[in-house]
């Protein structure tokens, strides 16, 4: 399992969907290794166990040494193969490529390993051209015209997005976003007539939508709306967003209802999944010209058992109970609407039971994985 992942939490926000889908993998049986970054050093890791492979060169400039990194990730599995590790299958998150990239892709083919490589958000053309900052616009485009010229190594793409049995003229196969429910609290929610807490959960980025909901709570506000509603941003910026949503709630005049809470992680999360009513899905994906979509949150929102909002479509035809439809474009949020559909919920508790059978039911990565595998072996 390749990606950019840290083992120590202080040093990078934690990637909750990587150790879902290793914790899956190891459930169903396999082995699994993966590369964990700490302190500028690239360990080789299984279970408890981990191995130094690699130490990173520090170029003490920020932007060169995050591209620099990618980089050392391939290095560090060419260096792994030419100690005699040999992997059945690679499984390789979509990243940033370098010269090395070939190299790593060429060796492990000649030690016969399956290689697949998933892109989270496929199209990925679509993120590359939406990106409105021009360095980052033009690396992107760069690297990922190179990987594509080394589609041919690739056994396997795992696509979430568009539908495709073929990418780069190689076999692929749709999966969506699962989850590992075992990792996953179920939420404990008391339903109050008085405030109502909204949480949105995700880095702050343009197709999100997060604006729409913020303009749709002063509209309500206008309108002499009497229900108190609080909302809940958790995270960091994702794309430059953070600082244009809080300039927006100060200019609505809505500091005192619209909270940006930071990054917060695990079980620290907790607190807020009780507290909140309602979940903001994507509101925001139409522009970026996605309709039809599998969010991680989403399936995080369902094994906790908190309905939620969404503009796209989701792959996953979720029960209309479990969520509110928003119109997938750039009007304003209707705040009312969502107080009605949370006022016509009777039972919190049976509601958040069956949302998280059915999230154990149909949304886990083992589920995918087994996809994932037959087709690799020709079967589907």
């Excluded at 059945?88 to 370098?98: A, Q």
């Excluded at 016969?112 to 690396?139: G, M, V």
């Excluded at 100060?250 to 309602?278: H, M, Q, R, T, W």
């Amino acid at each position: 399992m390749v990606m950019k992942y840290y083992l120590n939490d202080n040093e990078h926000p934690p990637f909750p969907k990587f150790n879902h889908q290793m914790n899956s993998l190891i459930d169903m049986g396999f082995q699994v290794y993966y590369l964990g970054i700490e302190n500028r050093k690239i360990y080789l890791c299984s279970l408890d166990k981990k191995e130094l492979v690699y130490e990173i060169k520090d170029y003490n400039i920020l932007s060169y040494n995050k591209l620099y990194l990618y980089s050392s990730l391939y290095k560090a599995i060419i260096i792994l193969t030419k100690k005699g590790y040999h992997f059945e299958k690679v499984y390789l998150r979509y990243m940033p490529v370098s010269l090395e990239y070939k190299k790593m892709l060429f060796i492990l083919k000649k030690c016969n390993s399956k290689i697949i490589i998933e892109l989270p958000t496929f199209p990925i053309e679509r993120e590359i051209k939406a990106d409105s900052r021009l360095f980052r616009k033009l690396f992107f485009s760069f690297s990922h015209w190179y990987f594509k010229k080394q589609a041919k190594y690739v056994d396997l793409f795992t696509l979430i997005g568009e539908s495709t049995d073929f990418y780069l003229n190689r076999p692929a196969i749709n999966i969506e976003n699962g989850i590992y429910i075992n990792n996953i609290k179920m939420r404990e929610y008391k339903k109050i007539n008085v405030d109502m807490h909204i949480l949105g959960l995700a880095n702050v980025a343009k197709w999100h939508g997060y604006d729409r909901i913020v303009r749709g709570l002063s509209r309500y506000k206008e309108l002499g709306g009497k229900r108190n509603v609080i909302i809940h941003f958790i995270g960091n910026d994702g794309d430059g967003s953070l600082n244009k949503l809080k300039k927006l709630s100060v200019e609505k005049n809505l500091i005192s209802c619209v909270k940006f809470e930071g990054p917060i992680y695990g079980s620290n999360l907790n607190s807020y999944f009780d507290k909140c009513a309602i979940a903001i899905g994507s509101l925001g994906l139409h522009r970026i010209d996605y309709s039809n979509v599998s969010t991680l949150k989403v399936k995080e929102y369902m094994a906790r058992g908190i309905p939620f909002i969404q503009g796209a479509l989701d792959q996953s035809n979720i029960n209309d109970n479990y969520f509110m439809k928003i119109p997938n474009d750039d009007s304003d949020i209707n705040i009312q609407n969502i107080i009605d559909f949370y006022d016509n919920i009777e039972d919190w508790e049976v509601l958040s039971k069956s949302m998280r059978e059915y999230a154990k039911t149909n949304m886990t990565w083992e589920s995918q994985f087994n996809l994932v595998f037959k087709k690799l072996e020709g079967n589907i």
